[in-house]
């Protein structure tokens, strides 16, 4: 255990009392004997942090933003920063009241990148950098009354990958601190800048030949326009256009202003849609929603042309494209290959809210949600289930309910969990709340989600898009433990979504959504499956065996990766047999 240096006067301890997920960390008051006061948030908070830059902009220098949420003005004369990046202050450094602070690895890079930003809110330069894959962050102070030691005020352990946060890690936002008021360490407080006003729409254009094309009968001539981001991400379409030398618009709905109609959305870009608003022309343009990388298989937009082009003859293709976050390289093309573009969108430089209020701030945030696990893992039939759940809030916890169906019914029954230490709560008031999923039969398989509620009546759930997408977590009664030495791995869907994998194409590689349980100890709420590798045997989950991936929930590992694939012996793998 490595205790935070404290200032003489401050009490260290965990709150809530005794629970186990948390550090000990500076309290608002020392409390001998009694529970645990909330714990301190200081005057000046580690507010912004940009430690990965994206593509576009690669090697630029990463940031610190600082805040002043006090109402008073703060002297960072002699303060430091003592983990993650090397820089001292100076001894005529202030915050003003509700006030900012940029710490900069490249000062004039900083200011270039954002033209409003004054250079009196920019320090540095500072040595060190921000670690891609995740790091510690500590800003300390002198303490007089322990002879100008260095305290700490402010610790943020941040990851390059949350249930919170994805866009942060080289994908085009920074990260930003939600409500100062809250604590570093809440992972919920932590979410990725909006950038989706800043770009400019982008022309993305190609002109030449049609030819080198696929030449089997149903690519050749080519009918159908495709599109598709390289990467996860979100980006504005309109204006798409097919021309043929000499001819006019080949493209039917190229506008959106007919809505979907014609146009079809396939494997991982299924949740595009179109919107009013924000059009490059007239009202409507295509947000097209990329969840996985795209491709020109089964992972793409496509619409039939109103006639084939000869192929030998000379077209041009072109959209209007606006990047909204995420990966920002986009693929143009005709069925077949016969013609193709692929270009890097515009995206903007003054990434994040330096010395400025963030984005995703807010007064404040609904209670943070961590460490929901079920118990057993493997449970028996006919027995309970308990659910545990970290809930914690600077503005107290009104309440919080486990929420389960029986699968394959939708509607959901709420039952309240309880910090008290009864009923199967193994400490009351430690934070860690209980609640209990009805014995079911064999094989049966129940839906969950948790819903914290804190003092100003601010909800969250677990999984944190349970309201948005119906994310929930998946518990199958009456699967015994494998016994022997090797490794084994689970993966539970609903009906409804074996349903829906039954209905879509075999390449598409947008992962359905499963638990995924490895052993009989750890499971990943919230995670994801599908077919390993471009196989056309597979017929369906309950047909042919067959090999599978299982991608793990944002951050989550498993055996040191975030995609495992569970495949058959190579003598029983009807790939090989064929091959
Ligand atoms: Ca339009
Ligand atoms: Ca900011
Ligand atoms: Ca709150
Ligand atoms: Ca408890």
Redesign the pocket.
């Known amino acids: 255990m490595s205790l935070p240096t404290a200032a003489a006067e401050t009490a260290l301890g965990r709150y809530p009392d005794g629970n186990p997920n948390t550090r000990l960390r500076p309290l608002v008051a020392p409390t001998p004997g009694a529970e645990n006061a909330p714990e301190a948030i200081p005057d000046v908070v580690i507010n912004e942090i940009f430690f990965h830059a994206p593509m576009t902009q690669a090697g630029a220098g990463d940031w610190i933003e600082l805040h002043n949420r006090s109402g008073g003005s703060v002297s960072l004369a002699g303060w430091s920063f003592t983990d993650g990046i090397d820089f001292t202050f100076g001894p005529a450094t202030t915050i003003p009241a509700g006030g900012y602070l940029v710490v900069a690895e490249d000062r004039v890079e900083l200011l270039t990148n954002h033209p409003s930003l004054p250079g009196t809110l920019v320090e540095g330069e500072f040595s060190g950098a921000l670690a891609n894959g995740g790091d510690r962050i500590t800003l300390s102070r002198p303490d007089p009354a322990a002879g100008g030691n260095l305290i700490e005020v402010d610790t943020l352990d941040y990851r390059d990958q949350t249930a919170y946060s994805t866009l942060a890690d080289g994908r085009g936002s920074s990260l930003e601190r939600r409500d100062p008021g809250a604590p570093s360490h809440h992972e919920s407080n932590w979410a990725d800048s909006d950038e989706s006003r800043k770009a400019e729409w982008t022309t993305v254009e190609v002109t030449g030949t049609l030819a080198h094309g696929n030449t089997t009968a149903e690519a050749n001539p080519p009918a159908d326009v495709q599109f598709f981001l390289l990467g996860e991400g979100e980006v504005l379409v ?2 798409v256009e097919v021309i043929p030398d000499g001819g006019s618009n080949l493209v039917t709905n190229g ?3 007919s809505g979907t109609s014609g146009w079809d959305f396939d494997g991982s870009h299924r949740d595009s849609r179109v919107e009013p608003g924000d ?7 295509l947000r097209l929603v990329a969840n996985r990388r795209g491709d020109p298989l089964a992972n793409r937009v496509r619409a039939k042309l109103a006639a084939n082009i000869p192929t030998g003859t000379v077209a041009t293709l072109r959209a209007r494209v606006r990047w909204l976050k995420g990966h920002p390289e986009f693929d143009l093309r005709l069925k077949g290959g016969w013609l193709e573009g692929a270009q890097t969108l515009m995206v903007p430089t003054d990434i994040g809210t330096p010395g400025a209020s963030n984005s995703r701030a807010e007064a404040s945030v609904p209670p943070d949600l961590s460490g929901v696990v079920h118990r057993p893992v493997l449970p028996i039939a006919n027995l309970p289930v308990r659910v545990f759940a970290a809930v914690a809030d600077p503005d107290g916890i009104a309440g919080v309910t486990l929420n389960y169906r029986v699968d394959p019914a939708t509607s959901f029954t709420s039952v309240p969990m309880h910090d008290d230490g009864l009923g199967g709560d193994q400490l009351a008031g430690d934070g860690v709340f209980t609640g209990r999923l009805p014995a079911q039969g064999e094989s049966v398989l129940v839906g969950f989600y948790v819903e914290a509620e804190d003092g100003n009546g601010a909800i969250s759930t677990f999984p944190p898009d349970a309201a948005a997408n119906g994310s929930e977590c998946l518990v199958r009664f009456g699967e015994p433990p494998q016994p022997g030495p090797f490794g084994t791995y689970r993966f539970w869907i609903s009906e409804a979504t074996l349903a829906d994998w039954i209905a879509t194409p075999f390449l598409a590689n947008d992962p359905f959504p499963a638990t995924l349980i490895y052993g009989d100890q750890r499971v990943l709420y919230d995670g994801g499956a599908y077919y390993a590798g471009a196989r056309d045997f597979n017929d369906s989950p309950l047909g042919k065996l067959t090999g599978y991936d299982l991608i793990m929930p944002p951050g989550k590992k498993v055996l040191g990766t975030d995609k495992l694939t569970i495949d058959l012996p190579s003598a029983m793998s009807p790939t090989s047999a064929s091959s």
């Open positions: 309109d204006a506008g959106f202003e059009a490059f022309a007239d009202s409507n343009a």
